[in-house]
């Protein structure tokens, strides 16, 4: 993701141990070293200029992030021709790696109405790539009840809780409780495939080839398969029109068809689906957008709230299903 002010600051001592293992372990020749980006966790990362040549550093603290799931899923997706960073070196203790650079060219700063089909067309290509080849080498861990269920929590507890500051009665938290129970159902009972789990415009850049460089990789699971495909189109970060998001929608349904992903067609299911998916990834986002604030300092999430609870609104309105969150979410402001 962009750089995002905040608390959590790189110390000049871990700059310096970087550079030195650059230096020393890798053995780079004189070099330049530029902060390139940085996430919603603890990594940082740096771009590398030597001899004509850019690398990027990752930094990731032992403390707060393990690096090996980031190498082996890496490795596993390389292996199944999806283009996410070559791992050229590795330093687990220190917590360093040397990977390939993708560039600077976001998919969010790149996409506009001449240029989205394009971009988009070559992102659904490779979601279909790894829902089709995928897992991989590296067994991923399962999309489970338990773990849907918990983060649509974020959106209780630090959205509702902490920065709207509601308390909530015993049947505001029975509907809220109902609607969780219903989405992960909706989720559970869809074909299991290889998720990157935050697929969208500030994780893919363009590159000159294999478009698109895949970021941010490292917590892969087994799970809903339109849960990757609300995440590209109905993007916390860009939105677009509900048609177009449809068309999008079934064009895919028909490619997992045919890379036989789905066994039997039937796109209502299919939009149905992605539809609830997107309810259950946006609690999560909006969720996790308020305790980027309220815990780790980082207010410019919040600016992004609105869009996403925006999907929420439109897909709770169109299911009798959620009509009861629906006019919970109404009665709380939460939604226009």
């Not at 339109?226 to 109905?234: A, E, G, I, N, Q």
């Not at 490619?255 to 039937?266: D, K, T, V, Y």
């Not at 299919?270 to 539809?275: A, E, G, H, S």
């Not at 780790?296 to 929420?312: E, F, M, N, S, W």
Request: one cysteine or more; a negative charge; proline letters at 6%.
């Amino acid at each position: 993701m962009p750089p995002e002010g905040g608390r959590r600051q790189v110390l000049p001592e871990r700059i310096e141990q970087l550079q030195r293992w650059l230096r020393d372990e890798v053995g780079l020749p004189s070099f330049d070293m530029e902060p390139a980006s940085h996430d919603a966790s603890f990594r940082r990362y740096f771009r590398v200029f030597y001899a004509g040549h850019t690398r990027i550093a990752m930094d990731a603290p032992p403390a707060q992030e393990d690096c090996r799931p980031f190498i082996a899923v890496a490795q596993s997706f390389r292996a199944l021709g999806v283009n996410v960073p070559q791992v050229y070196h590795a330093d687990l203790k220190q917590g360093f790696l040397l990977l390939s650079d993708f560039g600077t060219r976001l998919y969010l700063h790149e996409l506009n109405a001449d240029s989205v089909e394009r971009l988009y067309g070559d992102a659904l290509g490779a979601l279909i790539t790894l829902q089709a080849c995928g897992p991989g080498t590296y067994p991923l861990p399962p999309y489970g009840r338990e773990r849907l269920l918990t983060e649509m929590e974020l959106f209780r507890e630090w959205y509702l809780g902490r920065h709207r500051r509601f308390t909530l009665n015993p049947r505001q938290h029975e509907t809220l409780d109902q609607a969780f129970t219903f989405l992960a159902a909706a989720a559970l009972e869809q074909p299991q495939v290889a998720v990157h789990r935050d697929y969208h415009s500030r994780n893919l850049l363009v590159t000159a080839q294999h478009n698109p460089g895949i970021l941010d990789f490292q917590d892969a699971v087994m799970g809903p398969i339109t849960y990757d495909l609300v995440s590209l189109l109905r993007d916390c970060y860009i939105a677009w029109p509900r048609a177009q998001v449809e068309a999008w929608v079934r064009g895919y349904h028909d490619l997992a068809l045919h890379s036989g992903i789905l066994r039997e067609e039937n796109e209502q299911q299919f939009l149905r689906w992605f539809d609830l998916m997107g309810v259950q990834r946006h609690f999560k986002a909006s969720g996790i957008f308020a305790r980027l604030n309220h815990r780790d300092g980082k207010p410019g999430y919040l600016q992004d709230i609105p869009r996403t609870l925006a999907y929420v609104a439109d897909v709770a309105s169109r299911y009798d299903e959620l009509g009861p969150l629906y006019a919970l979410l109404s009665e709380l402001d939460v939604i226009a």
